[in-house]
């Protein structure tokens, strides 16, 4: 079998069915396709898995407003995997989820299936009074008996 070795003025070497960028940056114009002949998506990867070693994957939105981190640890090597709030000052760790499986809002260190540091909205409507459950300073759950400031704060009270 003969392979057959091809080099292109722009840095790039093809060996059989492999691509590699000799240095810098590869850019497509168009699909990639890992796996498919036929991508419908700017990375299109079928039948395999992606793998993001101590790294992240970054969301950001058109015009860069937002972006949101997908990463594997709260701190390096913990097995946490956390979303990141990466436009607010600082960074903030929106959702966290532990090697036990807990499940944290608003806080990196959940001890609970699912714990959340703030109010939780119910139902359809804006966070108003006797609509948010929140903890009171006890540590009891209630619900807000005004509607919340600025802050998320309100006059919790204990559910009885």
Known sequence: MKRIIMVCTVGLLFIA??????SGDLIVNGNVGIGTTSPVEK??????????????????TTGGSREWWIADAVNVN???????????????HR???DTNGNVGIGTTTPNAKLQ??????I???????????????TGLIGFCASAMDASGA???????
């Open 95 to 97: 959702l966290v989820i």
């Open 78 to 92: 913990d097995g946490k995997f956390a979303i990141y709030d990466n436009t607010a000052t600082p960074p903030t």
């Open 116 to 121: 959340v540091k703030g109010s939780i909205g």
């Open 43 to 60: 990375l299109d990867v079928a039948y395999g898995h992606i793998k993001i070693t101590e790294g992240y994957l970054k969301l950001k």
């Open 17 to 22: 069915s492999n691509l590699y960028a000799a």
């Open 154 to 160: 309100c006059s919790c009270y204990q559910i009885e």
């Open 123 to 137: 139902g359809s409507h804006l966070p108003q009074a006797n609509k948010v459950l929140c903890w009171t300073s």
